[in-house]
């Protein structure tokens, strides 16, 4: 069966360190990956999308970068981190077609002082 | 692009009562419907999707209906139960689409009073 995997699952940084949240899915091929976040009490916003190795579309204009440096693996980066990027990171996968659920991860909640 | 409604955003029954949540959606070639559960500092989980092709799908005390034509869908949970208390999305996508991504609704916090 497949799992995705997330961590950490709590993180605390200062303002202006950078960012490193890993994401990856074992038991599956190819599948497209998806970064989302969610502000506290809010919905979910995507922030980038991959259907491929080395294929990153981003959703969202910020600071925050993303890359798939292998097929079931996922990273979300930031080299400054802002106030705003507080909140709830969470990392999903899904399989063509697609009309197949999207599943996601336990994610990781992201505190930054 | 797609673009799903939600409401209400916020829904409070007595236990032993029906919920309804309703979707709407504007891509008429959406196709495929998922609902997804969230309870407080959880991740989102699938908990019940419907395929174009079909207008109602049960599963125990969830179902969801589908109205092609008025392009809205909706979750229906019977004899609700403390435990069903969370926040519910709805999504759409059109998957013969070059759009790989899920369209969200913005949630429905659903309270189940004792």
């Known amino acids: 069966s497949q799992t995705i995997h997330q961590w950490p699952a709590t993180l605390v940084q200062p303002v202006g360190s950078p960012l490193s949240l890993e994401c990856t899915v074992e038991?599956?091929?190819?599948?497209?990956l998806y970064w989302y976040r969610q502000a506290a009490g809010r919905g979910l916003q995507l922030l980038f999308y991959?259907?491929?190795?080395?294929?990153i579309s981003s959703e969202v204009p910020q600071n925050l970068s993303a890359s798939r440096p292998q097929d079931r693996q996922f990273i979300l980066s930031s080299k400054k981190l802002l106030l705003s990027d507080s909140g709830f990171y969470l990392c999903?996968?899904?399989?063509?077609?697609?009309?197949?659920?999207?599943?996601f991860g336990d994610g990781t909640r992201l505190s930054i002082l | 692009g797609e673009n799903v409604e939600q409401h209400p955003s916020t829904l409070s029954v007595q236990e032993g009562d029906s919920a309804v949540i309703k979707c709407t959606y504007s891509?008429?070639?959406?196709?495929?419907f998922p609902w997804y559960k969230q309870e407080l500092g959880k991740r989102p989980q699938l908990i019940i999707d419907?395929?174009?092709?079909?207008g109602e799908k049960k599963d125990q005390r969830i179902a969801v209906t589908l109205n092609k034509t008025a392009k809205h869908f909706s979750l229906h949970i019977t004899e609700t139960q403390p435990e069903d208390s969370a926040v519910y999305f709805c999504?759409?996508?059109?998957?013969?689409?070059?759009?790989?991504?899920?369209?969200f609704g913005k949630g429905t916090l659903l309270t189940v009073n004792p």
């Open positions: 419907i395929r174009s092709n079909v």
């Open positions: 999504a759409a996508i059109n998957s013969g689409g070059s759009n790989y991504k899920l369209t």
């Open positions: 891509d008429s070639a959406s196709n495929y």
């Open positions: 991959s259907v491929g190795i080395g294929q």
């Open positions: 038991g599956t091929s190819n599948p497209n």
């Open positions: 999903a996968w899904s399989v063509v077609p697609f009309n197949q659920p999207q599943h």
